[in-house]
């Protein structure tokens, strides 16, 4: 079993995102996975993510956005996560502007994984107090210590 924030390098987390609207956010997410080698470029996975976007969007409301997509391009699960003050309209089904987001990608041969690891951080990231608290950090560090501490207290795993 993984926690969120095992899963999670501080390399993969945006603070703060910049984007303005939700295909500049999608882009922001996946550029640390070129920066770092993970995927070769970017195009790699926007295109599955935005189409993905188009049937439905991935905002699932209370300011979180999860864009999510299956890839041959990664060999594992891989996450990216980022945290915007302003805020970008994501198309939420509550029409709230999304502040956190989790870009998740796994590999094409593992959708059940993929589908139950979305389904684990939705649960985490459904917690108002812990989204106040992410809100409130600076750094990359300080938001793998607010969510190792919160793991920690709700014995929550994810995989």
């Known amino acids: 079993m993984s ?5 999670l390098a501080k390399q993969f987390i945006i603070l703060p995102m910049r984007a303005t609207d939700r295909s500049s956010a999608v882009q922001e997410l996946l550029l640390p996975l070129v920066q770092h080698h993970v ?9 599955s ?4 976007e188009r049937r439905m969007s991935t905002g699932v409301g209370k300011g979180v956005a999860l864009p999510h997509g299956l890839s041959d391009s990664v060999e594992d699960v891989v ?16 029409a709230a502007l999304c502040h956190i987001f989790v870009l998740l ?15 684990r951080v939705t649960k985490l990231l459904s917690d108002g107090e812990l989204r106040s608290a992410l809100m409130e950090t600076r750094t990359p560090e300080e938001v793998l210590e607010t969510l190792h501490k919160w793991e920690t207290r709700k014995d929550d795993v994810l995989l």
């Not at 995927?39 to 295109?47: K, Q, R």
């Open 39 to 47: 995927i070769e470029s970017c195009e790699d996975c926007l295109e």
């Open 79 to 94: 996450m990216v996560m980022g945290i915007s003050p302003e805020g970008v309209d994501f198309k939420a089904v509550d």
């Open 105 to 119: 990608i796994s590999p094409a041969s593992q959708p059940d994984k993929h589908l139950k690891l979305l389904s």
């Open 49 to 52: 993510i935005l189409k993905r």
């Open 3 to 7: 926690s969120f924030s095992s899963l």
